[in-house]
């Protein structure tokens, strides 16, 4: 079993759907949870950071942990053709010997079509 | 504010050839360094990281090196590519410590070994 999975889709959705972007885990030592975007060509970049469970919101994102059940969330309101990019779920165990290193899910490939 | 720097943006090399890749991050001291690799449709594997200059440590065993000759360079380098070496190479940056904190990564390097 993979640490971190995540449905590559392609996901395809109009202007203005809520996205639903999802990952799960198998590590019970993580404790913080990020979610990147990637567009095509480009290195990701840091879209949510969240500790823990519990919501965290930014304008039209929202990401959500239920570390019960080992299950990451990505909420897309109001989506744009902006949006359109590949979403890397990445959660990162706590303590010294974590250096900070990321395991990636595989990215989902979302699509917003005007 | 921190910027990271890599280049070549692509770069196609024969088999057989030797590589060097390089990654400098402005605007930080002692960062932790990460070299990742993204296949095509895959998520992203960690190769090495460094916690200091000098300090490598390496995740994978493969046909690459990683070198820190200065704080904020890292290089990644092989001797004699193989067709597998080909992917979306990503330099990114955390800071020092990095058990809580998020990595910030580069633009790549799409290497492809013919």
């Known amino acids: 079993q993979k640490e971190v999975e995540q449905d590559p889709g392609p996901l395809s959705v109009p202007e203005g759907a809520i996205v639903s972007l999802n990952c799960t885990y198998s590590?019970?030592?993580?404790?913080?949870f990020m979610w990147y975007r990637q567009y095509s060509r480009k290195g990701p970049e840091l879209l949510m950071y969240?500790?823990?469970?519990g919501n965290k919101e930014d304008g039209r994102f929202t990401a959500q942990v239920d570390k019960s059940s080992k299950y990451i969330s990505l909420f897309i309101r109001d989506s744009q053709p902006s949006d359109s990019a590949t979403y890397l779920c990445?959660?990162?165990?706590?303590?010294?010997?974590?250096?900070?290193?990321?395991?990636f899910g595989q990215g989902t490939i979302l699509t917003v079509h005007p | 504010s921190q910027t990271i720097h890599q280049w070549p943006a692509t770069l196609v090399q024969p088999v057989g050839s030797p590589l060097s890749l390089e990654c400098t991050v402005e605007g930080t001291s002692n960062p932790n360094l990460y070299w990742y690799r993204q296949a095509a449709g895959r998520g992203l594997q960690l190769l090495f990281y460094?916690?200091?200059?000098?300090?490598i440590s390496s995740e994978v065993p493969q046909n690459l090196s990683a070198s820190r000759p200065q704080d904020r360079q890292f290089i990644l380098s092989s001797k004699k590519l193989l067709l597998s070496d080909s992917g979306f190479y990503l330099c990114?940056?955390?800071?020092?410590?990095?058990?809580?904190?998020?990595?910030?990564f580069g633009n790549g390097t799409r290497l492809t070994v013919t």
């Open positions: 990114a940056w955390s800071r020092l410590g990095g058990e809580r904190s998020p990595l910030h």
């Open positions: 460094s916690v200091g200059i000098g300090q």
């Open positions: 969240t500790y823990s469970s």
């Open positions: 990445a959660p990162l165990a706590a303590g010294g010997t974590s250096y900070g290193k990321l395991t």
């Open positions: 590590n019970s030592a993580f404790q913080y």
